[in-house]
C-alpha cells in the first residue's frame, strides 16, 4: 500500500469517526429532548389531584353558568337526563352528554403556578363554572378565567385549588352557551304523502274580531296511489299553486323550538291572538284516519320563518319561509 493510500484511508476513517460522534451527540439531544417532554407531559399529569371521572357515563348530575344562565341537569333512576328547572322539558340530552365527554377528555395544554400568571388568568372576574357529580357523590369543579389571546383555549381552575390555572381546549366552554331551547327535542310530524292526504283546509286571517276568515278547501280523490285535487267542484290538480303547496305539506317540519311553555302575552306577541293561518290535513296512516292541525302565528323579525303551534300543544316552534309561501297565499287569497 501506498504513502498516498495510506493517507487518504487515514483521512477517511477521522472522517467516520467525526460523523460517529456528531450522530452520537445528536441522538443524545433526541434522547433528552424526548425524556424532558415526558417527563413534562408526566408532571403535568402528576400536578393534577383529581382529574374528572374516566367514563362521562359516571355523572349523573351537571351544573353550569355562562355569565348569563344557570342550567341545571340531573339523571333519573332510568339513566334519563332531566332538565331541573322543569323535567316535563323534552330535553334531546345530546348536548348534556356532549359536554361530560368533553369534561371526560379533560386534559390541560399548560400548567401555570406563578403568580404573574395566575394573576393574569382571570379568574378574580371568573363568572362561568362547571361542577359534574358522579353517582358516588364526587364531583369535579372548573371556574372558567378569561380566554387566551388566540381565543381558542381558556384558563380554568380545578377543585377549588386557588395555587394552579390550567390552559384547556376551549371546546368545552363554548359548549356552555347552547339555550336550553336548542337543547329541546323538537316533535316529529307525520310523514305526509300526497296519496294519503284526504282533505287540505286552510282558513285565512278574521277580517275583523268575531269573525272567521276565509277558508279554502282541497278534497282528494285518489286512484291508483295518484291523488287528484277539486277546490269548489273545480279540478286543481295541476293548479302551479296546488303542487307548491303539496311539495311543501309533503317536506313539513319545525326547525326550532321557540318557547315550550309560553305565557299568554308570549304567545300574543308571537301572533296567536289573531292567526294569519291555519292548517288541517285529514289523511291515512295504518288504514286509519289521523288529523294535523298547525296555527301560524306572527313573522319573525328577520322574515327567516313565522311562529307556529301543533293542534292544541301550549309550544311555540319555528316554521321557515320555505315552506310558507303558498300556504300563506291559499289561507289568504284562496286559488284564484
Same mark, same amino acid.
Given at each position: 500500500?501506498?504513502?498516498?493510500?495510506?493517507?487518504?484511508?487515514?483521512?477517511?476513517?477521522?472522517?467516520?469517526?467525526?460523523?460517529?460522534?456528531?450522530?452520537?451527540?445528536?441522538?443524545?439531544?433526541?434522547?433528552?429532548?424526548?425524556?424532558?417532554?415526558?417527563?413534562?407531559?408526566?408532571?403535568?399529569?402528576?400536578?393534577?389531584?383529581?382529574?374528572?371521572?374516566?367514563?362521562?357515563?359516571?355523572?349523573?348530575?351537571?351544573?353550569?353558568?355562562?355569565?348569563?344562565?344557570?342550567?341545571?341537569?340531573?339523571?333519573?333512576?332510568?339513566?334519563?337526563?332531566?332538565?331541573?328547572?322543569?323535567?316535563?322539558?323534552?330535553?334531546?340530552?345530546?348536548?348534556?352528554?356532549?359536554?361530560?365527554?368533553?369534561?371526560?377528555?379533560?386534559?390541560?395544554?399548560?400548567?401555570?403556578?406563578?403568580?404573574?400568571?395566575?394573576?393574569?388568568?382571570?379568574?378574580?372576574?371568573?363568572?362561568?363554572?362547571?361542577?359534574?357529580?358522579?353517582?358516588? #357523590? @364526587? /364531583?369535579?369543579?372548573?371556574?372558567? =378565567?378569561? &380566554?387566551?389571546?388566540?381565543?381558542? *383555549?381558556?384558563?380554568?381552575? +380545578?377543585?377549588?385549588?386557588?395555587?394552579?390555572?390550567?390552559?384547556?381546549?376551549?371546546?368545552?366552554?363554548?359548549?356552555?352557551?347552547?339555550?336550553?331551547?336548542?337543547?329541546?327535542?323538537?316533535?316529529?310530524?307525520?310523514?305526509?304523502?300526497?296519496?294519503?292526504?284526504?282533505?287540505?283546509?286552510?282558513?285565512?286571517?278574521?277580517?275583523?274580531?268575531?269573525?272567521?276568515?276565509?277558508?279554502?278547501?282541497?278534497?282528494?280523490?285518489?286512484? #291508483? @296511489? /295518484?291523488?287528484?285535487?277539486?277546490? =269548489?267542484? &273545480?279540478?286543481?290538480?295541476?293548479? *302551479?299553486?296546488?303542487?307548491? +303547496?303539496?311539495?311543501?305539506?309533503?317536506?313539513?317540519?319545525?326547525?326550532?323550538?321557540?318557547?315550550?311553555?309560553?305565557?299568554?302575552?308570549?304567545?300574543?306577541?308571537?301572533?296567536?291572538?289573531?292567526?294569519?293561518?291555519?292548517?288541517?290535513?285529514?289523511?291515512?296512516?295504518?288504514?286509519?284516519?289521523?288529523?294535523?292541525?298547525?296555527?301560524?302565528?306572527?313573522?319573525?323579525?328577520?322574515?327567516?320563518?313565522?311562529?307556529?303551534?301543533? #293542534?292544541?300543544?301550549?309550544?311555540?316552534?319555528?316554521?321557515?319561509?320555505?315552506?310558507?309561501?303558498?300556504?300563506?297565499?291559499?289561507?289568504?287569497?284562496?286559488?284564484?
Amino acid at each position: 500500500m501506498t504513502w498516498k493510500e495510506r493517507r487518504t484511508i487515514t483521512i477517511l476513517t477521522t472522517i467516520l469517526l467525526v460523523l460517529s460522534a456528531i450522530l452520537l451527540v445528536v441522538l443524545g439531544i433526541r434522547y433528552r429532548e424526548h425524556r424532558d417532554e415526558t417527563g413534562d407531559a408526566a408532571a403535568v399529569q402528576n400536578s393534577i389531584d383529581i382529574l374528572p371521572a374516566a367514563d362521562p357515563n359516571a355523572y349523573t348530575a351537571l351544573t353550569y353558568t355562562n355569565g348569563t344562565v344557570t342550567l341545571s341537569f340531573t339523571q333519573d333512576s332510568g339513566g334519563v337526563w332531566l332538565w331541573d328547572a322543569d323535567k316535563d322539558f323534552p330535553l334531546d340530552d345530546t348536548q348534556v352528554t356532549g359536554i361530560l365527554a368533553l369534561l371526560t377528555n379533560w386534559r390541560p395544554q399548560q400548567v401555570l403556578k406563578d403568580q404573574e400568571a395566575l394573576d393574569g388568568s382571570g379568574m378574580e372576574d371568573a363568572v362561568a363554572s362547571l361542577t359534574a357529580t358522579t353517582a358516588g #357523590g @364526587g /364531583t369535579t369543579t372548573l371556574l372558567f =378565567g378569561k &380566554a387566551t389571546t388566540d381565543g381558542l *383555549s381558556d384558563y380554568v381552575r +380545578l377543585n377549588g385549588d386557588e395555587t394552579t390555572v390550567y390552559i384547556i381546549d376551549g371546546a368545552l366552554r363554548r359548549s356552555m352557551d347552547i339555550p336550553i331551547y336548542d337543547m329541546c327535542r323538537l316533535p316529529e310530524l307525520p310523514a305526509l304523502a300526497e296519496a294519503d292526504m284526504r282533505t287540505v283546509t286552510l282558513q285565512g286571517p278574521a277580517p275583523e274580531e268575531g269573525n272567521a276568515g276565509p277558508e279554502t278547501i282541497l278534497l282528494a280523490q285518489s286512484s #291508483g @296511489g /295518484t291523488a287528484s285535487w277539486r277546490c =269548489g267542484g &273545480a279540478d286543481v290538480t295541476n293548479d *302551479s299553486t296546488v303542487r307548491a +303547496l303539496m311539495e311543501d305539506l309533503t317536506a313539513l317540519k319545525v326547525s326550532k323550538c321557540v318557547d315550550y311553555a309560553p305565557s299568554e302575552e308570549a304567545a300574543q306577541i308571537c301572533g296567536f291572538d289573531s292567526p294569519q293561518a291555519v292548517l288541517r290535513i285529514v289523511y291515512t296512516e295504518d288504514g286509519q284516519d289521523a288529523e294535523l292541525t298547525l296555527t301560524v302565528g306572527g313573522r319573525l323579525l328577520d322574515k327567516s320563518g313565522r311562529y307556529v303551534r301543533l #293542534g292544541e300543544e301550549p309550544a311555540i316552534y319555528l316554521l321557515e319561509t320555505a315552506l310558507l309561501d303558498p300556504m300563506m297565499r291559499i289561507a289568504a287569497n284562496g286559488l284564484e
